[in-house]
């Protein structure tokens, strides 16, 4: 093969799996079925009362018992502590995220704030403290380790009502990169998932404050099933795979902004190739849509 980083299979069956966000939505999709393939599974989030919920949840559902840790990623200290009385991790799955869609100038920098120190930040102290001990874990064990992180089409795309949480979320994709260039001889493999809007508490949380615009152009497609962004997102990992799309649109959006991203395959770095000039134009096509949208929206809240 003539492509570098080369191919690598990441298995789960008795392997320590870490879920941040994993006590609700794609956290706990994606726990339960880690479970269900036989990893040791570990969840992280802040409310003890959820993780309780989640942990009976994933028995009922798999008659495996998850390990639970609390802690607010946005804390260093709170993170190292919870990560030092876990077992090492093999896989690590960043999956915490807030979202709180408005329009910037209306938005305050203390909601700005919180999702930048949440998104990225909370990912950046569970990689420096979780690093040490994948990388040890790694080399003694001969077996790849997995850092995930969950990102967003907001993190491909800028989008109306997304100014902060696109930010948070193009931030990790820088991190992946360079984090990739720095792991590799470890034996350390970085997936990013790209999920389209997911029904999930959060979502639902999320709609009773999603701008009129932000609805136009993010609700135009159907929501996934947290179940299956969780699948999708597993395979991802499992296989190595450093962009995960999840949908048809993530599909598109993958080609027309994957940039230098590290890619594995032969067969997917040729369709990349032949793919980008084109999706170019169909992401043209969007913007056109997207900006006509808009105009159209000014033009009847002026006039109605
Ligand atoms: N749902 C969607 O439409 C989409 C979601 N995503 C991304 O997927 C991920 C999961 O989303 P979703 O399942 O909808 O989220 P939910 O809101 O359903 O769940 C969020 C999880 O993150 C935890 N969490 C939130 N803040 C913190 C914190 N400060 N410290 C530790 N844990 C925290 C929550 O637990 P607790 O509150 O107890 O801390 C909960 O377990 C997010 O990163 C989101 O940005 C991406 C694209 C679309
Ligand atoms: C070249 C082809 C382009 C194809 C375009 C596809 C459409 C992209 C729309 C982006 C929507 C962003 C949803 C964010 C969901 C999310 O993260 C939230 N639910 C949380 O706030």
């Known amino acids: 093969a003539i492509v570098r980083p080369r191919p690598v299979r990441i298995p789960l069956k008795g392997r320590h799996v870490l879920v941040t966000g994993g006590s609700s939505g794609i956290g706990l999709a994606l726990a339960l079925r880690a479970a269900a393939e036989g990893a040791r599974v570990s969840i992280l989030a802040r409310d003890p009362s959820r993780l309780q919920d989640a942990r009976d949840a994933i028995r009922l559902a798999t008659g495996v018992d998850v ?47 919180f999702m930048v120190e949440v998104n990225l930040m909370g990912t950046f102290h569970l990689i420096k403290a979780a690093l040490p001990a994948m990388k040890q874990r790694a080399k003694e064990s001969g077996l790849p380790g997995s850092v995930a992180i969950m990102s967003s089409q907001a993190g491909q795309v800028g989008v109306y009502g997304y100014a902060a949480y696109s930010a948070s979320k193009f931030g990790l994709r820088g991190l992946a990169e360079a984090l990739q260039h720095e792991v590799i001889a470890d034996n350390i493999h ?42 999708k997102a597993l395979n991802g990992i499992k296989s190595g795979q450093f962009v995960v799309a999840c949908n048809f649109e993530g599909y598109l959006l993958y080609v027309a902004t994957v940039g230098l991203s590290p890619q594995r395959s032969c067969l997917m770095a040729f369709v990349e190739i032949l793919g980008v000039g084109f999706m170019r134009f169909v992401g043209l096509c969007y913007q056109w849509s997207w900006f006509t949208s808009i105009e159209k929206w000014h033009a009847k809240t002026k006039s109605g």
């Not at 200290?77 to 960043?94: K, S, Y």
């Open 190 to 231: 970085i997936t990013l998932v790209f999920p389209p809007d997911t029904d999930t508490p959060g979502l639902a949380e999320e709609h009773k404050r999603r701008p009129e615009i932000t609805k136009l152009i993010a609700g135009s497609q159907g929501g996934m099933k947290a179940d299956d962004v969780a699948k």
């Open 67 to 113: 390990a639970i840790l609390a802690a607010d990623v946005r804390d260093p200290e709170a993170v190292a502590r919870a990560l030092g009385a876990a077992d090492p991790v093999d896989v690590l799955v960043c999956n915490h995220g807030v979202f709180l869609p408005q329009e910037l100038e209306r938005q305050s920098l203390e909601d700005v704030r």
